[in-house]
């Protein structure tokens, strides 16, 4: 009975390392595989686009001249003018706010305007002036959680919408440090 139990043992750790055999096998020829394929695709990537591929169609441009496979253009219209956009950077805001007394706040933050939009620098300092009046108002509680920091972000975007008269796109809050 002794020679049943250990016979069946034995075959069963045979069997499972022979399957382990087998799948280490597999994976090591399916990673060689994966391994050539991206070595391949990244040696045609190096020359260049392919002309010849069936599977896509030259690009236009909007004067109707081809431009080969997958060659972007440069915003040309006035349209995708006017959604480049630029940053200009606010001073650094450091200021006392209004509940808890003796909190102090530091705030940096940018300003997103359009590409083309011109006079906006000549009204940063006041921009930066209108925000720390308002920081000076606001309470801890009015800015906590996420919530809090998006009514904070669309205060301080309202704020300079009117200052600029409605140059600003947008505001990027960059640092806030409460301390």
Request: no cysteine; net charge negative; aromatic share 2%.
């Given at each position: 009975m002794a020679d049943k139990g250990t016979d069946a043992g034995r075959r069963s750790i045979l069997g499972i390392a022979i399957a382990s055999l087998l799948a280490t096998g597999f994976g090591a020829s399916a990673g060689w595989v994966l391994s050539l394929r991206m070595h391949t695709k990244a040696g045609k990537a190096e020359a260049g686009p392919a002309t010849s591929d069936p599977g896509t169609a030259p690009t236009k441009a909007p004067d109707g001249t081809e431009t080969g496979h997958g060659t972007v253009q440069p915003a040309t219209t006035a349209e995708q003018a006017k959604?480049?956009?630029?940053?200009?950077?606010?001073?650094?805001?450091?200021?006392?706010?209004?509940?808890?007394?003796?909190?102090?706040?530091?705030?940096?933050?940018?300003?997103?305007?359009?590409?083309?939009?011109?006079?906006?620098?000549?009204?940063l300092a006041q921009v930066a002036d209108d925000e720390l009046s308002y920081l000076r108002t606001i309470e801890i509680s009015q800015i906590e959680g996420p919530s809090g920091l998006r009514f904070l972000k669309d205060d301080l975007l309202d704020r300079a919408k009117t200052r600029t008269t409605g140059k600003v796109q947008d505001i990027v809050i960059r640092t806030m440090v409460l301390e």
């Open positions: 959604l480049a956009t630029r940053t200009l950077l606010l001073p650094p805001i450091m200021t006392t706010i209004a509940n808890p007394p003796n909190t102090w706040l530091r705030l940096e933050m940018a300003l997103i305007v359009a590409a083309e939009e011109r006079g906006v620098e000549e009204q």
